[in-house]
């Protein structure tokens, strides 16, 4: 199984630009579906959504105008950018990965505060 | 949208004891693509069945999965002190994927 690894800054000022990036070791990027999910602080899980390895990408309707996921696999990264972020924005925030639509391999996540 | 209604919010039992919970999808989950996953405090979700009886690599066989099209369970025969925890549904048949809110199963 794929180990996964989020990095990018904890916080981000509204308005701006939400980036992250996921690492992933012990497999090929070369198959499967990857995944941004997230989880306000003490709440519930959001899909954000996901690229598929061929490059489509599949975004939350809730989402769709602000998201780009973005595949390299030359790197065995995918990265999430979140544009005009508000305060609702602020959660933990994981990638994961599956051979279908079930994301069965998480990273441990990242939290991502958005504050000025 | 799928919505996952999961029920109840929260479960008090003594280790030792079953416990069952319940998701219920405001329509049918074809193939039945519904998974549970388990979270445990500061820890990422940890995939628990999937294909709505179907266990994951790993797990205890105290876990079980029942239900097709819009009303499953999951079903933990005896609770150990590891399993307190909060417990999602989540389906993959339709975009967008959704997650039901959640049952958390404290310790009694």
């Known amino acids: 199984q794929v180990q996964l690894q989020e990095s990018g800054p904890g916080l981000v000022k509204p308005s701006e630009t939400l980036s992250l990036t996921c690492t992933v070791s012990?497999?090929?990027?070369?198959?499967?579906?990857w995944n941004w999910i997230r989880q306000p602080p003490g709440k519930g899980l959001e899909w954000v959504g996901f690229?598929?390895?061929?490059?489509?990408?599949n975004y939350n309707p809730s989402l769709k105008s602000r998201v780009t996921i973005s595949l390299d696999t030359s790197k065995n990264q995918f990265s999430l950018r979140l544009r005009s972020v508000t305060a609702a924005d602020t959660a933990i925030y994981f990638c994961?990965?599956?051979?279908?639509?079930?994301?069965?391999?998480w990273g441990q996540g990242t939290l991502v505060t958005v504050s000025s | 949208e799928i919505v996952l209604t999961q029920s109840p919010g929260t479960l008090s039992l003594s280790p030792g004891e079953r416990a069952t919970l319940s998701c219920r999808a405001s329509?049918?989950?074809?193939?039945?693509?519904l998974a549970w996953f388990q979270q445990r405090p500061g820890q990422a979700p940890r995939l628990l069945i999937y294909?709505?009886?179907s266990r994951a690599t790993g797990v205890p066989d105290r876990f079980s999965g029942r239900g097709t099209g819009t009303d499953f369970t999951l079903s933990i025969s005896r609770l150990e002190p590891e399993d307190f925890a909060v417990y999602y549904c989540?389906?993959?048949?339709?975009?967008?994927?959704?997650f039901g809110g959640g049952t958390r199963v404290e310790i009694k």
């Open positions: 994961a990965s599956g051979s279908g639509w079930l994301p069965d391999s």
């Open positions: 012990g497999g090929s990027m070369n198959s499967d579906y």
């Open positions: 690229i598929y390895y061929s490059g489509n990408t």
């Open positions: 329509q049918s989950v074809t193939n039945d693509y």
């Open positions: 294909g709505a009886t």
């Open positions: 989540q389906q993959s048949s339709y975009s967008p994927l959704t």
